[in-house]
């Protein structure tokens, strides 16, 4: 049996449809019409991926609050909305509650099941046998690929797995500026239309624990890089 793909979706003809199509791919899906059905059954066994939409039933943001929810019981499933709304508003909502992606349902179903395949892609590579050896120190920061656990001046700093892929991109090479194609290469992103909002909320997280941390620096024209 393949991965185990959750899919949260209260249009019952459209869950039946993303269910079928993803079990023909060799994925195992469950799938739930509500928040409380989903939330309930996570609790039991995390997916390896979550597919959640924003409005569930009687709950027009039960999606966001199931995003959060699922985040407080893992920070390293990938999560993706996949919605019908599209304002530059919810996007970044979605993202800064800890989602890995955000699609709208005229998406085909071959772009869909590529952003799936690369958010795998980046569990499999952390799971290899290269990252099981790699530890990563950076005065001050601490990376432990193995584990999936960064932390800034000794204490944790909770990254979704796209967050602890970008952090570690970056710092893997201080001084040198990553471009917005390299960033989406490097960390597996398929696109690079949601870096700006990644990068926003990893430096809120680190600056939660040092209000002066200053590290990721943005190049105008060119990029990010960690600084040396």
């Not at 992103?189 to 620096?217: C, M, N, Q, W, Y």
Request: a neutral charge.
């Amino acid at each position: 049996m393949g991965r185990r793909i959750a899919i949260v979706e209260d249009e019952a003809a459209i869950r039946a449809n993303y269910a079928e199509a993803l079990a023909r791919q060799g994925y195992e899906v469950a799938a739930y019409p509500d928040r409380p059905s989903a939330l309930a059954a996570f609790r039991v066994r995390l997916p390896e991926l979550a597919i959640i939409d924003i409005g569930l039933g009687d709950e027009p943001e039960g999606g966001f609050t199931l995003c959060g929810e699922l985040r407080a019981l893992s920070v390293r499933v990938p999560i993706i909305f996949l919605t019908a709304r599209d304002s530059d508003f919810d996007v970044v909502s979605g993202l800064r509650l800890g989602a890995d992606d955000y699609l709208t349902k005229d998406v085909s179903l071959p772009h869909l099941l590529a952003r799936i395949a690369a958010l795998f892609r980046r569990v499999e590579a952390l799971a290899g046998e290269q990252a099981r050896e790699e530890r990563l120190d950076r005065s001050g920061l601490g990376l432990d690929v193995m584990r999936l656990v960064a932390t800034w001046q000794g204490l944790a700093v909770d990254l979704t797995l796209t967050e602890f892929w970008m952090v570690h991109t970056l710092a893997k090479t201080p001084g040198h500026v990553k471009s917005r194609d390299q960033l989406m290469q490097d960390a597996r992103l398929v696109d690079d239309g949601t870096i700006t909002s990644h990068v926003k909320r990893i430096r809120r997280k680190f600056a939660a624990i040092d209000p002066s941390f200053d590290r990721i620096e943005s190049v105008y024209g060119m990029g990010y890089r960690w600084k040396a």
